[in-house]
């Protein structure tokens, strides 16, 4: 089976600083995706990660892919209060199953 | 455009009574996929389907769940007698697939909660 790894599992940040989640899987694997979850709530897409190499960036917070790696890392600049969330990134291999990691939890603080 | 629609948003159970989900996927949209989560845990895959027919159900339970999509209606997570372990989260998503890659759309969940 597919593991998905998630590194820290909590995170607490001073607003205004820069911090990276990373995210590690144990097979080959093009598709990426990053989802933000609030308390209670269902997931949002963030982004899709297609190819090795790929970064993408919305706002304060940037996306990247290396599949040679098998890592992903979801890059947080300049942070604020409202990116307090639970970040969950998930790995697509057969086109049938997803594989979610263990989720970061993100605290940002004052 | 709705999005992917569930209901109940939460359901409330005792131990023995059969629970039923329930999943509108986005409009155009023909493949639903049921997770579940525990609190503070990630997402698990649980099934994934198309209409009429079941793609992959390696995920769940042998015994007390089934899931369906008919051709007409919702998609349908059904847990018979359940357990307190059965109380989670369960999201389903309907998948997209109209680009190359196949990027999936949540819908809000169903909390059960078993007493």
């Known amino acids: 089976e597919l593991k998905v790894e998630q590194n820290p599992l909590f995170l607490s940040m001073q607003e205004g600083k820069n911090y990276t989640i990373y995210c590690n899987y144990s097979t080959t694997s093009d598709r990426l995706y990053w989802y933000r979850q609030d308390p209670g709530k269902s997931l949002e897409s963030l982004f899709v990660l297609l190819s090795n190499g790929a970064v993408k960036q919305e706002g304060r917070l940037m996306a990247s892919l290396d599949t040679k790696a098998r890592l992903s890392t979801l890059h947080i600049t300049a942070a604020v209060h409202d990116l307090s969330a639970t970040y969950f990134c998930?790995?697509?291999?057969?086109?049938?199953?997803?594989?979610f990691g263990t989720g970061t939890s993100l605290t940002v603080i004052p | 455009n709705a999005g992917v629609m569930q209901n109940p948003r939460h359901l409330v159970r005792r131990r023995g009574q059969e629970a039923r989900l329930r999943c509108s996927p986005m409009k155009g949209h023909s493949h639903v996929y049921w997770y579940r989560q525990l609190p503070e845990e990630g997402l698990k895959f649980m099934v994934y389907l198309q209409k009429e027919n079941i793609i992959d159900e390696s995920g769940m339970p042998k015994e007390r769940f089934s899931a369906e999509f008919p051709k007409e209606g919702p998609s349908i997570l059904r847990i018979q007698q359940v357990v307190r372990g059965d109380s989670a989260a369960y999201f389903c998503?309907?998948?997209?697939?109209?680009?190359?890659?196949?990027?999936?759309?949540f819908g809000p969940g169903t909390r059960l909660t078993v007493l």
């Open positions: 998503a309907s998948l997209a697939g109209t680009s190359g890659y196949n990027e999936q759309f």
């Open positions: 998930a790995v697509d291999s057969t086109g049938n199953q997803f594989y």
